[in-house]
């Protein structure tokens, strides 16, 4: 995540967010080939509006933001699911968690390869549940040079982590702290001004 690569643990909540278009297009352009953007992908946990209003319509505002951008753009919220109890009596540390947005993702990752609907997928996480999905795209390509995956991740101060499958390693989209400041989104979605 670029909040804990690029800021520090008090820094405002909505540090750290990315639009993803611009982030997207990044990507494109840092290719050595010439690449058309087809497509962005966002998957992610939807907060629920009765155990969380606030963050429910945070979640929608920036979801509604990143699909103004473009059509292109398209995003994939699943519920989060919430510690029994929440938020009145949970064990301490419990936090709300995303589920099955990893098994979303690479089922889509690889049915996408399946039907020819990109050359290149690029994977953007550091979820090492996603490498059966990376794992499959080259044995779905059969020798050919498409469809191929690739993957993004954050270079920051003490973190420089991506998802690796030992010796055969995607090409990797490294994103540093410079890019960060070109991708950043510093919108606060829990302001309902913004509705």
């Given at each position: ?26 990507i ?14 966002v998957?992610?946990?939807l ?8 963050g429910c319509?945070?979640?929608?505002r ?32 419990e ?6 947005i ?43 040079a ?44 829990s302001?309902?001004a913004?509705?």
């Amino acid at each position: 995540m670029p909040g804990s690569a690029f800021h520090s643990r008090w820094s405002p909540h909505f540090e750290g967010q990315i639009d993803p278009l611009k982030l997207a297009e990044h990507i494109a352009a840092d290719s050595p080939f010439d690449r058309e953007l087809a497509q962005v992908r966002v998957y992610r946990g939807l907060p629920d509006g009765s155990k969380d209003p606030k963050g429910c319509s945070a979640a929608r505002r920036q979801i509604a933001a990143w699909q103004a951008l473009d059509p292109r753009v398209l995003v994939f919220p699943r519920p989060l699911s919430y510690p029994h109890g929440w938020p009145d009596s949970h064990k301490p540390g419990e936090k709300p968690r995303e589920k099955g947005i990893d098994v979303s993702l690479a089922i889509d990752f690889a049915v996408l390869a399946v039907t020819r609907q990109y050359d290149v997928g690029v994977l953007m996480s550091t979820d090492t549940d996603l490498k059966p999905a990376l794992e499959a795209i080259p044995l779905l390509a059969a020798g050919r040079a498409f469809p191929r995956a690739e993957v993004a991740a954050w270079s920051g101060e003490g973190q420089r982590r991506r998802i690796s499958l030992g010796g055969n390693k995607p090409y990797c989209h490294w994103l540093d702290k410079t890019t960060y400041s070109v991708v950043c989104d510093h919108t606060d979605y829990s302001d309902s001004a913004l509705s």
